[in-house]
């Protein structure tokens, strides 16, 4: 039984971590989402928004993405589980 709610990245949460599911329509703004890293698995988290309904800054990939409402309502997404950032390292342990 699965219990991952579907939401968009309009609707993310500040510090919550998101996996993308999908980019909506076959336009020239969803390839440009898509080319920015917004694919199927990847992990994204909000960092912040402007106020009065301005851009959202999202991380994914190392990176910061600032997107505007509009084109975050295109990006559907999964919560992730919560096991840590999102830097992408797999566990790598130091040697002492």
Not at 45 to 63: D, I, N, R, S, Y
């Amino acid at each position: 039984m699965t219990s991952s709610a579907t939401t968009c990245l309009a609707c993310a949460v500040r510090g919550q971590p998101l996996v993308v599911g999908e980019v909506l329509g076959d336009d020239a703004l969803a390839e440009r989402l898509r080319v920015s890293g917004l694919w199927p698995g990847a992990l994204v988290e909000l960092l912040g928004t402007a106020p009065l309904g301005g851009p959202m800054l999202f991380k994914l990939h190392g990176f910061r993405l600032a997107l505007r409402r509009n084109e975050a309502e295109r990006v559907t997404a999964n919560l992730a589980a919560p096991a840590g950032n999102l830097t992408g390292s797999a566990g790598a342990e130091k040697n002492a």
